[in-house]
Nanobody
Framework: QVQLVESGGGSVQSGESLKLSCVAS????????IGWFRQAPGKEREGVAC????????YYTDSVKDRFIMSRDHDKNAVYLEMNSLKPEDAGVYYC????????????????????WGQGTQVTVSS
């Protein structure tokens, strides 16, 4: 059974950092595309950062480039999203997602249907 469990959300001030974690079970995420998505109140869910397979192909939406870093831990079967210089517009519920198949990173973050979602973790950024 595929499961994704996020953690690491919280409330921070503008300019501070947070690191989100997503631990996967039921499949080996090193072989499949995986992404971080966020949903702010009143807005549609958007792809923030995605990785294809373990070859390292990555994609970041423009608003987070040079501030967010997505990484994998092969041994822990986990991915992380390090978020730096946070802004109020980064706030929302962050979800980890996968389809347990190969998808190019940019495509996965850009409207590709998602099959499996985690439960989400809340990020609040105060100005």
């Amino acid at each position: 059974q595929v499961q994704l469990v996020e953690s690491g959300g919280g409330s921070v001030q503008s300019g501070e950092s947070l690191k989100l974690s997503c631990v996967a079970s039921g499949f080996d995420l090193n072989y499949y595309a995986i992404g971080w998505f966020r949903q702010a109140p009143g807005k549609e869910r958007e792809g923030v950062a995605c990785l294809s397979t373990s070859d390292g192909e990555s994609y970041y939406t423009d608003s987070v480039k040079d501030r967010f870093i997505m990484s994998r831990d092969h041994d822990k079967n986990a991915v992380y999203l390090e978020m730096n210089s946070l802004k109020p517009e980064d706030a929302g519920v962050y979800y980890c997602a996968t389809n347990v198949k190969f998808v190019p990173a940019e495509l996965y973050c850009s409207g590709h249907p998602v099959r499996y979602w985690g439960q989400g973790t809340q990020v609040t950024v105060s100005s």
